[in-house]
């Protein structure tokens, strides 16, 4: 709060330190690229966006004002009943599962589908098709029929490791199918989107028209194999790390999971579906998505889905089915969370990439990648300039990611749709940090928008509207109590209403790199600007080289939980600790 003293004060106080002001210099005849990227942000379905949240009203009126573009909306992992549109199996005859060696099979009649009574197909080895129609292969551990019947049948549920120690198979690449019977099974499913409408509701009509990304990551975590039954809250607000587990699907075939999203689209955009025993279930809405991404960061995953080549099959099996209902649907792949743990895995990139992996005609519209930068300390503001070489790491590493995909698939867009500042702690901490941190994360998210800009990012979507004490208060876009935006969510704004694509940087010179960046462009209109950031937790005044009158719209530590202010100014500029400027000449 001491920053929010008349600016005129902050003037004298600089001159009287005799702190010497930075020159920037511009070059208009020399222009060194293009505005190339949009800014936008993302939205994670928690607690605080849904209806009865004492913020709800400000969070999503926030985001209709902004009119950002390629939004991203992410049913999240750890509120499955605020994500998961099917949390329990079907409940009809047959029951099945496929595990590779090595993962479990469970087979779970339900608390009223009474208990396993026959045992209709079972085999480790090499067994082919799928539910109600497996078939032996040429290979088959010859107790695997009775072990399966001796662990499971008369019993609610039954787990089995797929491996040569349970089964005693000498097969190469084993895997077991069981197909089984409940005793009281009934045609029925949990299909329900109650809360899931909610927020789908608010978050279109946020965007107005505006082009979104729908990421519903979590599938119902009954489609993996796991050794026991995965439990789920019955308070919908409660957060739960350990439902998604994201093994090995249950399916090979993945027609499972990729029914299950085809579903889920047809809810949404054509009125409603057919369930899985031909039952109608019909819904008011008709929504036009701009894009699909499908799941979230599997490449963290130690399990199969961590793999390219398995997560490439998914892809493709859950994007042929979306594009036959959405013919205009694109669609997004990968999700890649790495680079925040420094780490670029080009298998990754360049298997994905290459179309020759995947199924022929299986369209691939853009990839997204995530980087978080986070300082030493969380309490500390002399250590928050540190996220700013945390970001100069990464540019080598999104321009080696770019210059891939211009190699092997130069048509596809580009979306670092996770990028933001967090702090130690999170998500769980519940020790408070200095306001000036969201002055500090703004000012970071406006330096990695130049230089990423400058590499070629299609996409920059600040991460994330809403977090709060104990779910990653440290990336929350918006004030969690009252709901008002703070400087991270302003600066998201400020960078799309001033910077637009086709704009023309040019040669900027300035003395000192390390606390201040520099960027002079001009404007398709032909107006000549700057983007000026303060790096340091330092009061800088910065002069303007051949400027005799500007305009200045800026946010700093004395706009607060306010919008941009603009004004009209003269040299020197006195840039507050972290304060991200706009400049446009007289």
Not at 1 to 20: A, D, E, G
Request: charged share 15%; aromatic share 12%.
């Amino acid at each position: 709060k001491m920053w929010r003293m008349p600016i005129r004060l902050v003037i004298f106080l600089s001159l009287y330190l005799q702190v010497t002001a930075i020159s920037v210099t511009p070059h208009w005849d020399l222009p060194v690229g293009k505005s190339r990227s949009t800014s936008t942000l993302q939205a994670v379905v928690n607690p605080p966006l849904t209806r009865g949240s004492s913020i709800h009203d400000r969070v999503w009126k926030n985001l209709h004002d902004l009119e950002a573009e390629v939004v991203r909306f992410q049913y999240w992992a750890p509120y499955p009943r605020l994500g998961v549109a099917e949390l329990e199996a079907p409940k009809g005859n047959p029951r099945c599962a496929t595990a590779s060696s090595g993962y479990w099979v469970n087979i779970f009649c339900g608390t009223s589908d009474g208990v396993i009574e026959e045992i209709q197909f079972a085999s480790f080895g090499n067994p082919s098709g799928s539910c109600g129609d497996f078939k032996m292969g040429s290979c088959n551990a010859p107790q695997t029929m009775q072990i399966v019947k001796n662990a499971c049948l008369g019993k609610n549920s039954c787990s089995l490791n797929a491996s040569p120690a349970t089964f005693g198979s000498t097969c190469s690449s084993a895997s077991l199918s069981i197909q089984a019977k409940c005793s009281n099974a009934k045609n029925e499913t949990s299909w329900d989107f109650t809360l899931m409408d909610s927020l789908m509701e608010d978050f279109m009509n946020a965007q107005n028209g505006r082009s979104v990304m729908i990421n519903i990551c979590t599938p119902p975590q009954w489609m993996f194999n796991t050794p026991s039954q995965i439990p789920y809250f019955s308070d919908p607000n409660q957060v739960d790390w350990g439902y998604s587990q994201m093994t090995e699907l249950r399916d090979p075939t993945m027609t499972e999971i990729s029914d299950y999203y085809a579903r889920v689209l047809s809810w949404y955009s054509k009125g409603g579906f057919t369930d899985e025993y031909g039952k109608f279930h019909s819904s008011k809405y008709r929504y036009n998505f701009d894009y699909w991404e499908v799941l979230n960061e599997v490449d963290l995953s130690p399990t199969m889905m961590g793999q390219p080549e398995y997560y490439t099959r998914l892809y493709d099996a859950v994007v042929n089915k979306l594009h036959v209902i959405d013919f205009n649907l694109k669609f997004v792949g990968m999700a890649y969370a790495s680079l925040t743990l420094h780490k670029l895995d080009s298998h990754w990139f360049k298997y994905f990439l290459n179309s020759s992996n995947h199924v022929t005609g299986t369209p691939i519209d853009m990839i997204t990648f995530h980087y978080y930068y986070v300082p030493a300390s969380r309490t500390d503001p002399t250590t928050f300039p540190e996220m700013f070489p945390e970001i100069d790491y990464v540019i080598p590493l999104v321009k080696q990611i770019i210059d891939w995909k211009n190699e092997i698939a130069p048509h596809v867009l580009t979306d670092m749709n996770e990028l933001g500042s967090d702090l130690p702690g999170d998500p769980s901490s519940m020790v408070p940090f200095p306001e000036i941190y969201w002055n500090a994360g703004a000012a970071a998210f406006a330096y990695a928008f130049a230089k990423l800009g400058g590499v070629g990012v299609d996409v920059l979507g600040h991460s994330q509207m809403v977090g709060y004490p104990t779910q990653y208060p440290a990336v929350s876009l918006v004030n969690w109590t009252t709901g008002a935006p703070t400087a991270k969510f302003s600066v998201v704004g400020l960078l799309k209403n001033q910077i637009s694509l086709g704009d023309i940087f040019v040669e900027t010179e300035w003395a000192d790199q390390h606390r201040v960046h520099a960027q002079a462009f001009v404007t398709k209109e032909g107006q000549k600007k700057f983007l000026i950031i303060n790096k340091s937790y330092q009061i800088i005044p910065v002069d303007i080289v051949g400027a005799s009158s500007m305009t200045i719209t800026f946010i700093d530590p004395s706009t607060g939980f306010g919008p941009p202010v603009t004004e009209k100014a003269s040299n020197p500029i006195v840039l507050l600790p972290f304060g991200v400027v706009i400049i446009q000449l007289s």
